[in-house]
């Protein structure tokens, strides 16, 4: 039951140009969209998060895109950096408890 | 800045041992989690516990598993008889009062069962 989908385990970008990754979900219910990133043998850090009423929030080199229509949304990272790379998690919640579902996690390579 | 600490970081145990796993969360939190993450899989969502009760669990948290809050600042993982397959990192996570939706995860525990 994949209700939040991450379908590129990896990504490699260049230092200085733009990252994007994407997320899909299923669940119509899910109200509350949030970006984390982890690096190996720590806990998710989290990052940025955008409410279903909103379609773009920004917070410094870091932007995410929802498109409720489509039922995805997506983080752009401008201009990305080495000490960028690392696994990122999309995550929604909805309901009283606002417990996260995940996606698998996109791992993302920063080239210098 | 007020963080979310695990202890203990890494625990090795014997399959049928019970365990318990400890989270001091940010102090005025009031929503508390659960979360594990096997090696190379997503992070699962075990359980959720508000007011002094468990607000939302997941399948995966059976009857070998239970959560307290004995008191004002600790919250604990039990699990009664461990399985292989409960190798995992624990991440416990927080979330202040306003359910802004954000959720603050420790560092993890990491769980070897033998």
């Known amino acids: 039951d994949q209700q939040v989908k991450q379908n590129s385990p990896s990504l490699s970008v260049q230092e200085g140009r733009i990252s994007i990754l994407n997320c899909d979900y299923t669940?119509?219910?899910?109200?509350?969209f949030l970006w984390y990133k982890k690096y190996p043998a720590e806990g998710p850090t989290f990052l940025i998060s955008?409410?279903?009423?909103?379609d773009k929030n920004e917070d410094g080199r870091f932007t995410v895109f929802l498109n409720k229509s489509a039922k995805h949304l997506s983080l752009h990272i401008v201009p990305s950096q080495p000490g960028d790379s690392a696994v990122y998690f999309c995550?929604?919640?909805?309901?009283?408890?606002?417990?996260?579902?995940f996606g698998s996690g996109t791992q993302l390579t920063v080239l210098p | 800045e007020p963080e979310v600490t695990q202890t203990p970081s890494h625990q090795v145990t014997q399959m049928g041992q019970e365990v318990i796993l400890r989270c001091v969360p940010i102090?005025?939190?009031?929503?508390f989690y659960w979360y594990r993450q096997i090696l190379g899989q997503k992070v699962e969502f075990l359980v959720s516990?508000?007011?002094?009760?468990?607000?939302?669990k997941s399948e995966i948290f059976d009857d070998q598993f239970s959560v307290e809050r004995p008191d004002g600042s600790n919250f604990t993982l039990k699990i009664r008889s461990t399985k292989l397959e409960d190798s995992a990192m624990y991440f416990c996570?927080?979330?202040?009062?306003?359910?802004?939706?954000?959720?603050?995860f420790g560092e993890g525990s990491r769980l070897t069962v033998l």
């Open positions: 995550a929604a919640s909805w309901g009283s408890a606002r417990q996260l579902t």
């Open positions: 669940n119509s219910m899910f109200d509350y």
């Open positions: 102090s005025n939190h009031l929503y």
């Open positions: 996570a927080s979330m202040g009062g306003g359910r802004s939706g954000e959720l603050f």
């Open positions: 516990f508000y007011n002094n009760e468990i607000s939302e």
């Open positions: 955008i409410s279903s009423i909103k």
